[in-house]
Each structure stands twice: as structure tokens, then as C-alpha cells.
């Protein structure tokens, strides 16, 4: 009998670390269907879901190269929660149906498992395709100055942000696995090898 790949959705508020728990399994040997650097791929020059962007949100969307002017987008975005609808609107659905390609196509190497790492995840409903849920978690002031640091942001842009994003605490509310990063790598890791060897991995 073959055992059934499990989809585990990993999520988390931003500058939570996520991205060092998605490191830790892909180290691992899990498959990572990374939402971010897909929607980069569907965000790319030249590709249809860029054109419609532009069409809408006006031509200084983009640089001359015909990447998008991430800085400009993501600073209209974040203090407007309108603005942000309507970007979400465009390319929601582009990003989802590659999300399941890859998805699909991690899924055929028959892993134990295959790690769906989406900062919107539940806000998006990915929950709903997920075995298990792992939210990543930390301090509001670690999450902070994380965020302030890593973004160049001032402590107003930040704060931005992080309300943009359902609140960590109802993420928290609905995981079926939460990881505290918010102490030091070898404490993290210590988690997230323990909870490996609940799939059988």
C-alpha cells in the first residue's frame, strides 16, 4: 500500500520567520510550492497578469526593464486596503492555478509530504486543500523590528503592513501546528524536527 501525500500548508504574520522553517523542511527533503517566488514568476515582464496590473494601477507600476516597481506597488498597497482588494482581485487566481500545477507536479515524486508556504494562506482560503496547517510564530516587538530591518521600513510603513495581514493571534487560533521562532534558530529547528517524525517522515 502506498501511503497518501500529505499537503501541509506553512504560513505565518510577516517577518515571523517562516521562510527559515520553509528553509529547515526543504533541507529536510520536503518539496516547497513557494506562493511567493510563483507569483514572482506570474508577476514577471511581459507576462499577461503584469500587463492587467499596469493597465490598472497606471504605467509607473513598472520599471523600464518591464519588471513591476515593487517598492511604489507595495507602499500603494499597504495603505489602502482598496488598492489592495483590487491587486488581490487580478492576480489571485493566476497565482492559485500555478500553485496547483507545482503542486501536482511535487505531489508525482511521492514525498510524505508537500509544503504549501503561503504568507496569505488563510486569508486566500489555501487552508481548505491543507492536511495540517503550521503557523509560524513571534513577539509583536521581535516581529517588529524584524520587519523594519529586513524592509528598510520606517516604524509607520511597518506597522502598515502588519494590520494588512489578518492578525497573527486568529492564524495562531486556527493551526494545527504552531512554531515559535521567536527565540533562536536551534530551538526552532528542534520543533520542526519533532514534528517531522509525526508524518513519518
Known sequence: MIAMTQIIGLTGGIATGKSTVS???????????????????????????????????GPQVLLADGRLNRPWLGKKVFSDPQALAELTAI?????????????????????????????????????????????????????????MARNHLSKRDAQARIASQLPLAKKVAMADVVIDNGENVDKTRTTVLKWLKTINY
Open 23 to 57: 528553509k529547515m523542511l526543504a533541507e529536510a527533503g520536503l518539496p516547497i510550492v513557494d506562493a511567493d517566488k510563483i507569483a514572482w514568476q506570474v508577476e514577471g515582464p511581459g507576462q499577461p497578469t503584469t500587463a492587467k496590473i499596469a493597465a490598472h494601477f
Open 91 to 147: 492576480t489571485s487566481l493566476p497565482i492559485q492555478y500555478a500553485m496547483l500545477k507545482a503542486t501536482v507536479a511535487a505531489g508525482k515524486t511521492r514525498p510524505s509530504a508537500v509544503i504549501l508556504d503561503v504568507p496569505l494562506l488563510f486569508e486566500s482560503g489555501w487552508q481548505n486543500v491543507c492536511d495540517q496547517v503550521m503557523v509560524v510564530t513571534a513577539p509583536a516587538d521581535v516581529v517588529l523590528q524584524r520587519l
